[in-house]
């Protein structure tokens, strides 16, 4: 009778080890997973329509950590509208910070973005992101 229970497990032993593998496979990859999605991406503000001349872009950053976009102002540049609009055009989030600030807005969605930051002269800079699911 031992001879026997000996030969039945070591018959499930491959399943059972083969199980366990593929278990530890798919939570690594997971944890692979939502290690990139939490890495800050940057999000580089380029110049839309500038009147003044005078380039603030430098002076505003964005940074994207998941479905959290922060965009901020390191000097005082006046009371700045912030946009963010998907790319078919609906608008997620309009609002005017008083810089110098930051600011954090989620994205509920994933998709392609664009964040549009326009000053009291009418200047304007955007930059555009993704957001992965």
Excluded: W
């Excluded at 229970?5 to 399943?15: D, E, G, H, T």
């Excluded at 997973?33 to 003044?52: D, F, N, R, Y």
């Excluded at 600011?103 to 930051?117: C, D, K, R």
């Amino acid at each position: 009778m031992n001879s026997l229970n000996i030969a039945s497990m070591s018959k499930l032993k491959l399943p059972i080890l083969l199980v366990m593998l593929s278990l530890s496979v798919v939570i690594c990859h997971a944890k692979c997973i939502c290690s990139l999605q939490s890495e800050h991406v940057p999000i580089i503000v380029k110049a839309g329509t500038q009147h003044s001349g005078n380039d603030r872009s430098v002076s505003m950053s964005a940074n994207l950590n998941g479905h959290n976009l922060t965009v901020s102002f390191s000097q005082n540049i006046g009371e700045v509208s912030v946009e963010i609009t998907s790319l078919s055009v609906t608008t997620l989030y309009d609002v005017s910070v008083q810089t110098p600030t930051a600011q954090q807005f989620y994205i509920p969605n994933a998709g392609s973005y664009v964040v549009t930051f326009t000053l009291q002269n009418g200047d304007e800079y955007y930059g555009e992101f993704e957001v992965l699911k």
